[in-house]
Structure formats: C-alpha cells, structure tokens
C-alpha cells in the first residue's frame, strides 16, 4: 500500500468514525467514489430516470462555442470532481478549435475514474495534456500552480452536495486561487416537480439503491465492516423545505454492526437512518447570488428549454 493510500485510508477511517458516532448519523457523499461505487454512477448517468447528466450535456453541446469564446484563448482547464470527464470533452472540442493544445488538469477523489479519463482523453485528442489529481477540495492550491488565463469546470451539479454556506465558501476558496480574467462554469440542478426529482434517486433499475449502499460494502471492505447490506434500504425523499433531495440507508431490523477498524459495535434499530446525501435544487436567481456571494461576477446564464437544469458562467474581476 502507497504512502497516499494509506494517507486515504486513515481519512476515510475518522470521517466514519465521526459520522456513525452522530445522535442522527451521517456520511459524506464523497465516500461512494471507491472504484466500485464510480463505475455504478457511471451506469446512473444513462438510467432514464436521470436527467442531470443528459440535460447539462445538451446545454453544454448548445453552447460550447459561446462559452469558449467568452473565456478567450490560450486557456487552461481545471475541474473538480470531473469523474470520467465525459461532459467535459465537449467543451475540449470547441477548446481545441481555437488553440493549439489545451492542458487540463482534472480534480477526483477516484484514481480509477481519472485514470480512465486520462486514457479516453489521451485516445480522443491529440493537442489535449492531461494531468490527473487525486484528492478532494480540502487543497485546491493545484488551481494556482499553472498561469492564466484559467478556466475551472465545476459541472454536474455536485455542489448541490454542500449546504449553502459550505458551497460558497468552497467558491471563494476557487477564487482565491484564481487571478482577474480567470473564469468558473458551474452547474446546477433546478427546481422541478417533485416526482421528477425523487425518480432521479430512486431508479426503478436499483441502480441509485446498489451506489448507496456500496457505502456499506465499502466500509466492509476498507474498514473490516460486517455490514448487512441486505438488511438496509435504500431511501430517496423531497424535502420541500429546504429545497434538496435525500438519500439514507435505513435499517429494516435491529441489528450490531463491527467495524475492525474503529474498534467500534455499532447498534442500529429498526427504522434508523443512516443520512447519505443532500442534492440542493436551485433557482436561477439563487445560483447566480451565489457565484456573486464566492467572488465571482456572473456573465451569463444557460438553461435548457424546460428549464430542469443552468450552467453559469463567471468571472473573477479583482485580486
């Protein structure tokens, strides 16, 4: 095992620690990102009942050429959580159109997903230079190490993952990295009907089910776990409230679970949840006063016909 596995290892250890030791449990959503739990959102991304993916991809493929020409030339790209970076390469498309190599400097906490777009990638275009980087958004200091101008990709809606204040200030920490003429595209999920928006996390397929409790099957693995995976379901709801969709593990039974590696005999009872994720929906409105609220000045808003889904550019106007 690396020195960075380890490093990995150890993290991934505290954060379960930490969010199984809750009154009201919790895990991040970064931990579905194990090579198994990527591969299964690849197969998210196609389902029928998942529309961001799709829609973003339609908006990006409509606008490419307009969104490249506002970010000028000569410009690099950097993206947090690309994945298998399978949007991104249609605005690589226009990119290289309009200058003779790009480099892109792509952000996950998958090496396996990196890797692979770092194969695709390298097969599909020859003036593309990739340079993968394994990690998560605790050290963005990888958005500095190249000059401007830059462009950052935070695509996918996964902002939606953090609260409010998490997300802007995960913003203003992209900014802080960036110089004036530097440029963010973000996506985000809207608001919509309420049973568009749950089927989206509850495929009829199981597909949504088997991510979520890879979580388990990870911790199992990772951590010598004995979960039951059998013995927890998968639980997708609309919280009106506060605008975001949820997923939990629930526990259809009283049940022990040991995790070697924690030294811990956790005690679940029946109904108990264990929380896995929040997708915030937003506005149009609400989305763009948070690019603002991250340093950020908007240039221009995309969406797409039925209004599901908006893609926001902005740049940075000051030191």
Request: some cysteine; charged content about 20%.
């Amino acid at each position: 095992m690396t020195t960075l596995e380890q490093r990995c290892l150890s993290g991934i250890a505290a954060e379960v620690l930490e969010g199984l030791s809750r009154p009201h449990r919790a895990l991040p959503p970064k931990l579905f990102y194990d090579e198994e739990g990527s591969a299964l959102f690849e197969q998210i991304t196609c389902l029928p009942e998942y529309y961001p993916t799709r829609t973003e991809a339609a908006i990006l493929t409509a606008n490419a050429d307009e969104i490249c020409s506002r970010i000028g030339r000569d410009v690099s790209v950097s993206e947090l959580g690309a994945g298998t970076a399978t949007k991104t390469r249609i605005l690589l498309n226009s990119l290289v159109r309009l200058q003779p190599s790009v480099d892109y400097f792509p952000l996950d906490v998958s090496h396996a997903a990196l890797q692979l777009a770092k194969n695709e990638l390298n097969a599909d275009f020859e003036t593309v230079n990739v340079y993968p980087h394994v990690g998560d958004f605790e050290d963005l200091s990888f958005l500095g190490a190249h000059a401007s101008p830059r462009l950052v990709l935070y695509i996918g809606s996964s902002i939606g993952n953090l609260e409010q204040s998490d997300a802007i200030g995960l913003l203003k920490s992209v900014a802080h990295h960036l110089s004036p003429g530097d440029h963010l595209l973000l996506g985000v999920d809207l608001v919509k009907d309420r049973d568009v928006l749950v089927a989206a996390y509850d495929d009829q397929a199981g597909i949504t089910a088997a991510f979520n409790k890879n979580l388990l099957s990870r911790i199992n693995r990772e951590l010598g776990g004995n979960f039951d995976t059998d013995a927890f379901q998968h639980v997708a709801l609309w919280n009106e409230s506060v605008a975001r969709v949820e997923m939990h593990l629930e526990s259809t039974q009283a049940q022990q679970v040991r995790i070697d590696a924690l030294d811990q005999t956790l005690t679940f009872c029946r109904g108990e949840r264990i929380h896995t994720e929040n997708s915030y929906k937003y506005t149009v409105g609400r989305l763009e006063n948070m690019m603002r609220s991250g340093g950020f000045e908007v240039e221009h808003t995309w969406t797409d016909p039925q209004s599901w889904f908006a893609v926001s550019l902005g740049v940075i106007t000051e030191s």
